[in-house]
């Protein structure tokens, strides 16, 4: 039976959801079906993978039958839980060819979604995450009736998946693209309590993605027959389980060993592998660089995926170069006073330290603190209410923008065009285009390019991950294994980058409604709307980007509003639930409602962990002079803007 057939049968007492689950189906079949797999796949791998997606589906049958029946919950959540063993089994598998299920209709977290690729419609939680909440609380305002919809829903996207992944057949390389995506979605979000969040079976759970991926490697007879690397990753993945096994304990399981000692090796010998088998690369612009056998080197990530890959990329040093000048110049302002790095300072992580930086001459206030611009290439949507989605956008609005910078587009042209110097560094930053002319656009590209420069990935941190064990003292690997698992930071604020970008498709930037108060003391709620104003759907109110946690010893004040002074201020706000403190409730907050019974201890090392992500990358990185210009009073503006 078809989605659409199943939608149809349904009572009218689920017509709720039938037109956006109608629709979104539809859609993405469409989409699904735009994806070109080509290529003769071993048989075994192909037999082995659409076995489990029968037992899944069987387990599904079981499920349904149980609710039906009246049977005890006890049954209802054994064959959920044998449900989710099959499904992990296959999560490399369905993640990969069919993400958008995935994500809205199989596994997604279970809150209201909507996001650009899916339209104008606000999409209801479906999926595992969704009956966990039936099966595992207190949830008795909930109908049999509902039940048993939610769980054809999730059957039927499986079918389908099923269907998908028999028509596409994955090529040897694709099937290693999906084993290591999933490696990076282990330590990233598996073990960080992204999904599984009530039963917190999550490390035991992990034993059964690694038994998906072996059955994918070893079912493929190219790698039986010369993969020389097969026999070490067996035994990697056999002492992976062993680990996990012997350490089932959510809110104690050692994270950072686990990744260093287990996934890390592991990631690096699925690389060799790839290569012992020369496999090519796959003609799609994926975030990850599979051909890079570090998780957590700057050459692991694509930086072509995070931005459009325009035809004038054959001189980007020359733009950063350039682009570094005009950050720094005031010469782009209305009153030729303030820069980008009035507000952008180096020395603050190209940040600020006030609550909220001043508007153009000084008339007020902006709305909201000044974000870290810190691996500011990493990202897929700008602002805190993300209403752009390139880095030269949000330049252009920063420019624009009448409280904030001023500018006339053709008056910052001109300014430019008085001065030699900018005429030389244009003329060699877009050289061999038929326009090498001072313009808009190249302003725009070359700022953006100099913020591609801006990475931040040498932390204490990052040293230790990448091998150097002594870079991290015992409270800073607590605080780590603290914040990815009871404190559930990690569940938000995502590995490696420590952002809001998902991996590791990295397409989908989070938005959360934590419920900022006004003041760490205040009794309000934080008056700004957020999201809302940008996408007018209910469920983004009080809803802004997850912002990166890179370098936060130099980013205070913290939020959006720039209320909170201290990280010790933030620790005690998500500790005691966001503004689930107060009277006023917000209808999606995101965070738990109830207090994360953090130690004083644990909140220490929590904090000790966040010093260790700090590296003052690009600290000293103004120039030291501005290029000059023919009219005088313009040469005495300042470096980096006067206020």
Same mark, same amino acid.
């Given at each position: 039976?078809?989605?659409?057939?199943?939608?149809?049968?349904?009572?009218?007492?689920?017509?709720?959801?039938?037109?956006?689950?109608?629709?979104?189906?539809?859609?993405?079949?469409?989409?699904?079906?735009?994806?070109?797999?080509?290529?003769?796949?071993?048989?075994?791998?192909?037999?082995?993978?659409?076995?489990?997606?029968?037992?899944?589906?069987?387990?599904?049958?079981?499920?349904?039958?149980?609710?039906?029946?009246?049977?005890?919950?006890?049954?209802?959540?054994?064959?959920?839980?044998?449900?989710?063993?099959?499904?992990?089994?296959?999560?490399?598998?369905?993640?990969?060819?069919?993400?958008?299920?995935?994500?809205?209709?199989?596994?997604?977290?279970?809150?209201?979604?909507?996001?650009?690729?899916?339209?104008?419609?606000?999409?209801?939680?479906?999926?595992?995450?969704?009956?966990?909440?039936?099966?595992?609380?207190?949830?008795?305002?909930?109908?049999?009736?509902?039940?048993?919809?939610?769980?054809?829903?999730?059957?039927?996207?499986?079918?389908?998946?099923?269907?998908?992944?028999?028509?596409?057949?994955?090529?040897?390389?694709q099937y290693f693209d999906m084993i290591q995506m999933e490696?990076?979605?282990?330590?990233?979000?598996?073990?960080?309590?992204?999904?599984?969040?009530?039963?917190?079976?999550?490390?035991?759970?992990?034993?059964?993605?690694f038994d998906g991926l072996l059955g994918v490697l070893e079912?493929?007879?190219?790698?039986?027959?010369?993969?020389?690397?097969?026999?070490?990753?067996?035994?990697?993945?056999?002492?992976?389980?062993?680990?996990?096994?012997?350490?089932?304990?959510?809110?104690?399981?050692?994270?950072?060993?686990?990744?260093?000692?287990?996934?890390?090796?592991?990631?690096?010998?699925?690389?060799?592998?790839?290569?012992?088998?020369?496999?090519?690369?796959?003609?799609?612009?994926?975030?990850?660089?599979?051909?890079?056998?570090?998780?957590?080197?700057?050459?692991?990530?694509?930086?072509?995926?995070?931005?459009?890959?325009?035809?004038?990329? =054959?001189? *980007?040093?020359?733009? &950063?170069? !350039?682009?570094?000048?005009?950050? #720094?110049?005031?010469? +782009?302002?209305?009153? /030729?006073?303030?820069?980008?790095?009035?507000?952008?300072?180096?020395?603050?992580?190209?940040?600020?330290?006030?609550?909220?930086?001043?508007?153009?001459?000084?008339?007020?206030?902006?709305?909201?603190?000044?974000?870290?611009?810190?691996?500011?290439?990493?990202?897929?949507?700008?602002?805190?209410?993300?209403?752009?989605?390139?880095?030269?956008?949000?330049?252009?609005?920063?420019?624009?923008?009448?409280?904030?910078?001023?500018?006339?587009?053709?008056?910052?042209?001109?300014?430019?065009?008085?001065?030699?110097?900018?005429?030389?560094?244009?003329?060699?930053?877009?050289?061999?285009?038929?326009? =090498?002319? *001072?313009?808009?656009? &190249?302003? !725009?590209?070359?700022?953006?390019? #100099?913020?591609?420069? +801006?990475?931040?990935? /040498?932390?204490?941190?990052?040293?230790?991950?990448?091998?150097?064990?002594?870079?991290?003292?015992?409270?800073?690997?607590?605080?780590?294994?603290?914040?990815?698992?009871?404190?559930?930071?990690?569940?938000?604020?995502?590995?490696?980058?420590?952002?809001?970008?998902?991996?590791?498709?990295?397409?989908?930037?989070?938005?959360?409604?934590?419920?900022?108060?006004?003041?760490?003391?205040?009794?309000?709620?934080?008056?700004?709307?957020?999201?809302?104003l940008i996408t007018k759907k209910n469920i983004h109110a009080?809803?802004?980007?997850?912002?990166?946690?890179?370098?936060?010893?130099?980013?205070?004040?913290?939020?959006?509003?720039?209320?909170?002074?201290?990280?010790?201020?933030?620790?005690?706000?998500?500790?005691?639930?966001?503004?689930?403190?107060?009277?006023?409730?917000?209808?999606?907050?995101?965070?738990?409602?109830?207090?994360?019974?953090?130690?004083?201890?644990?909140?220490?090392?929590?904090?000790?962990?966040?010093?260790?992500?700090?590296?003052?990358?690009?600290?000293?990185?103004?120039?030291?002079?501005?290029?000059?210009?023919?009219?005088?009073?313009?040469?005495?503006?300042?470096?980096?803007?006067?206020?």
């Amino acid at each position: 039976m078809g989605i659409q057939k199943l939608l149809s049968s349904l009572s009218s007492k689920n017509k709720r959801l039938l037109c956006i689950a109608g629709i979104h189906f539809i859609a993405i079949e469409g989409i699904l079906l735009s994806f070109s797999f080509i290529g003769i796949q071993p048989q075994n791998a192909n037999v082995i993978i659409d076995t489990h997606f029968g037992k899944l589906i069987e387990n599904i049958d079981s499920l349904e039958k149980s609710v039906v029946e009246n049977r005890p919950i006890a049954q209802k959540q054994f064959y959920y839980t044998l449900s989710r063993k099959n499904y992990k089994y296959l999560e490399t598998v369905i993640e990969y060819v069919s993400p958008f299920f995935a994500k809205y209709y199989i596994n997604g977290p279970p809150i209201r979604k909507h996001d650009i690729e899916s339209g104008n419609k606000v999409i209801e939680p479906h999926g595992f995450q969704l009956l966990e909440t039936f099966f595992f609380t207190d949830n008795s305002s909930l109908s049999k009736e509902e039940m048993i919809y939610e769980i054809r829903i999730l059957r039927e996207t499986i079918v389908q998946t099923r269907k998908k992944y028999k028509s596409v057949i994955p090529r040897t390389e694709q099937y290693f693209d999906m084993i290591q995506m999933e490696l990076v979605r282990i330590i990233s979000l598996n073990i960080n309590g992204y999904d599984c969040a009530i039963t917190k079976e999550n490390i035991q759970e992990t034993t059964f993605i690694f038994d998906g991926l072996l059955g994918v490697l070893e079912g493929i007879e190219e790698v039986r027959a010369k993969g020389r690397s097969l026999p070490k990753i067996k035994n990697l993945i056999t002492d992976s389980k062993k680990y996990l096994s012997l350490n089932k304990e959510y809110d104690t399981f050692n994270r950072l060993y686990f990744i260093t000692n287990y996934v890390k090796p592991l990631y690096s010998f699925v690389q060799k592998l790839r290569d012992e088998l020369q496999l090519s690369s796959t003609p799609v612009n994926y975030a990850i660089n599979f051909n890079e056998n570090n998780l957590f080197d700057e050459t692991f990530f694509n930086r072509y995926f995070f931005s459009i890959n325009i035809s004038d990329s =054959t001189n *980007i040093l020359a733009q &950063a170069e !350039l682009g570094k000048n005009l950050f #720094f110049d005031p010469i +782009l302002s209305g009153n /030729n006073k303030r820069a980008c790095a009035s507000c952008h300072k180096p020395e603050f992580a190209f940040s600020d330290t006030i609550n909220k930086n001043f508007e153009y001459n000084r008339s007020g206030f902006v709305k909201r603190n000044t974000p870290a611009l810190l691996n500011v290439m990493y990202q897929k949507s700008f602002f805190y209410d993300g209403r752009s989605l390139q880095l030269e956008d949000q330049v252009s609005d920063v420019l624009h923008a009448k409280n904030e910078m001023n500018s006339i587009p053709a008056e910052i042209v001109d300014k430019l065009r008085q001065s030699d110097e900018y005429k030389i560094l244009f003329k060699k930053a877009f050289k061999g285009k038929a326009d =090498t002319a *001072i313009t808009f656009y &190249a302003v !725009l590209k070359s700022i953006s390019e #100099f913020e591609k420069t +801006l990475v931040s990935l /040498n932390s204490k941190f990052d040293k230790y991950i990448k091998g150097d064990k002594k870079a991290l003292n015992q409270n800073e690997i607590n605080g780590y294994n603290i914040f990815a698992g009871k404190a559930l930071c990690g569940s938000c604020h995502f590995l490696p980058l420590f952002n809001g970008l998902v991996p590791p498709i990295y397409n989908d930037n989070e938005f959360e409604v934590i419920g900022t108060l006004k003041d760490p003391n205040s009794n309000e709620l934080d008056p700004d709307s957020g999201r809302i104003l940008i996408t007018k759907k209910n469920i983004h109110a009080f809803s802004f980007k997850t912002p990166s946690i890179r370098n936060v010893e130099s980013t205070f004040p913290y939020m959006h509003n720039g209320a909170y002074r201290t990280l010790e201020q933030v620790i005690e706000f998500y500790n005691k639930g966001g503004s689930s403190v107060i009277k006023q409730k917000i209808e999606h907050q995101t965070l738990p409602f109830d207090s994360l019974q953090l130690s004083v201890k644990e909140k220490q090392d929590i904090k000790y962990f966040l010093l260790s992500l700090s590296d003052n990358a690009h600290k000293n990185i103004a120039p030291k002079k501005l290029p000059k210009i023919k009219d005088p009073i313009l040469n005495e503006r300042k470096i980096g803007g006067e206020y």
